[in-house]
């Protein structure tokens, strides 16, 4: 039997048995099969932890800030969708526990397959742009238009923490602190009540500066204040950052929440890549006048396992590495902190990333694939997000708001590429071992397939999937139609890689936004010879869900 489908039967079965067995199913055949059918992208992986070793104090402090998580989700399930609280309500009054959709809702906090470029799965609308937060009709258009016709509220709408809303014949721009108000206050609450619990002095500073600044929606201090954090055990993410959820204009931002174990002493091994920051500035390949003069500014690096994942970060794409904060004022004055989550980037590697490589890279370099060269890609991709143009050359525009719906995918094509650009220069000055780059090379090559399988509707997809089209025309990926698999042409990778990270970062630094647009219209499309090998890896999950179980006492 599929393992996939036995772990999903487990769960449904653990389900079954917690609920009246008298009660007739509230599903259908029909509906029980696509379940399954969508539930085999998936992977259920169990995330043990035992923090039974950890004080009374500690675990009351690790409790508190999971409740403070479970917020921040709530927030998010209105983020994403207008009508998922009438919807979730209707579910869980018409629909038993163990009832297959009930729980792919769930899974998903909402009705939309997000491995299935947000399909349906329920009698519901296609998923509207605009998620949750503009009217569901409101269009790109409009929200230009009332912007040049209303200059005075050009920087409200634009924010990344407003929700724009109809009044009357007017629209008009709600603070995120006040649209969630009911939410954000016992957010704060309890924020407040982990800092008493807190013996670090730095955590706590930070845990009271992120409640005020939920208060307010501003920021700044609170993720400097994160930045700056040495000497905790424990860590979180939280607060709203990504906005890939905003498919109207790509400006507003998720709310998500990660609370983590930090190992201090693998953390402390990745410091020396902060010395070679403004290096790595250097060594990337465009203009000089273009360069980011702050990319040395602070940066902080930790690797963690995590406990509870809500709102953005726990559906659909696993994270296994975040650079944050995004606000672009925060990079330039003083940096970001890069976040590795150990257990989900050995749980993907294990059950995602060597499986499909195992199919489709050449026999003679499939062992290329490692670990190590993982980990490395994903590092540098994280250290990536932080170099390069964070405004638009000679403006005060942020990339973002110049390159809007296409910003999402350029960036992370950037981080990617930009990264493994890096890599060569930390290669080259002995920084990291030179004979890692082969391995560097092919376990990028394996992330590739992994990650166009999202669809390239999401930004990851459709990055990887104009890198790979970009360097097959290079001639540093090749496919063999005899064998039917793929290779790195070593002699040319380099090169191609050198070329495609020039043109995504002459398109951030300019803010050249048809660029992108012939960028994404050349490269962004499926030949039929992947279209074909994607097909072989049906059997395959797409990605894991981590299901987190904490050992108290």
């Known amino acids: 039997m599929n393992p996939f489908r036995f772990a999903w039967m487990m769960v ?85 526990e163990d009832d297959p959709v009930r729980r792919f809702f769930f899974m998903q906090a909402g009705p939309y397959d997000r491995l299935d470029h947000n399909a349906p799965f329920m009698d519901v609308p296609p998923k509207p742009p605009t998620a949750g937060f503009y009217p569901p009709d409101m269009t790109k258009e409009e929200f230009e238009k009332w912007i040049a016709e209303h200059p005075d509220d050009k920087e409200a709408f634009l924010s990344p923490y407003t929700v724009i809303k109809r009044k009357g014949n007017r629209l008009v721009a709600v603070p995120y602190h006040e649209e969630y108000k009911s939410f954000i206050v016992p957010m704060v609450n309890k924020l407040r009540q982990a800092a008493k619990l807190a013996e670090s002095e730095d955590f706590r500073n930070y845990l009271l500066k992120k409640a005020e600044a939920l208060l307010t929606d501003r920021y700044f201090d609170a993720d400097v204040a994160w930045i700056d954090m040495k000497d905790s055990k424990f860590d979180m993410v ?56 702050d990319a040395g500014l602070t940066a902080s690096f930790v690797i963690v396992r995590d406990i509870y994942r809500g709102g953005d970060i726990r559906v659909g794409y696993q994270p296994v590495a975040a650079n944050l904060p995004n606000d672009p004022e925060v990079h330039a004055k003083k940096g970001t902190k890069k976040t590795f989550w150990k257990n989900i980037l050995d749980a993907r590697l294990e059950k995602i990333i060597l499986p499909i490589g195992k199919r489709l890279i050449a026999e003679d370099q499939v062992a290329l694939m490692t670990a190590q060269g993982f980990f490395d890609f994903v590092l540098l991709h994280e250290i990536a997000h932080g170099l390069g143009p964070r405004y638009v050359h000679g403006t005060q525009t942020p990339v973002n708001v110049a390159l809007r719906d296409l910003y999402s995918w350029i960036e992370e094509n950037k981080a990617d590429i930009a990264g493994l650009h890096s890599l060569r220069y930390l290669r080259e000055h002995e920084i990291i071992d030179p004979e890692l780059r082969k391995q560097h090379c092919v376990s990028y090559l394996g992330s590739i397939f992994r990650t166009i399988r999202f669809g390239t509707g999401e930004a990851h997809g459709k990055a990887a999937l104009v890198s790979l089209n970009y360097l097959m025309e290079n001639g540093g990926i090749v496919y063999n139609p005899d064998t039917k698999k793929f290779a790195i042409d070593f002699d040319k990778f380099d090169d191609g890689i050198t070329l495609l990270a020039n043109e995504l970062l002459l398109i951030e630094a300019e803010g050249d936004y048809e660029r992108a647009k012939r960028l994404e219209k050349d490269y962004g499309q499926m030949p039929d010879f992947l279209r074909e090998a994607l097909d072989g890896l049906k059997d395959l999950p797409i990605d894991l869900v981590p299901v987190y179980e904490v050992k108290w006492e």
């Open 12 to 96: 449904m079965a653990a389900a079954f048995l917690t609920t009246a067995c008298s009660k007739k199913p509230t599903w259908t055949e029909e509906e029980a099969q696509n379940i399954e059918r969508r539930m085999k992208k998936y992977v259920l992986t169990p995330m043990p932890f035992d923090a039974s070793r950890f004080t009374q104090k500690e675990k009351e402090l690790l409790k508190t800030l999971i409740e403070v998580g479970e917020l921040a989700d709530e927030i998010f399930w209105r983020q994403t969708y207008h009508n998922n609280i009438p919807l979730r309500n209707r579910i869980v009054r018409e629909r038993r």
């Open 238 to 293: 939280l607060g709203p950052f990504e906005v890939y959820e905003d498919e109207l204009m790509n400006l507003k931002a998720a709310y998500e929440a990660s609370v983590e174990i930090i190992d201090q002493e693998e953390s402390a091994k990745l410091e020396v890549y902060k010395q070679h920051l403004n290096d790595l500035e250097q060594f990337l390949p465009y203009p000089r006048r273009y360069k980011n003069a």
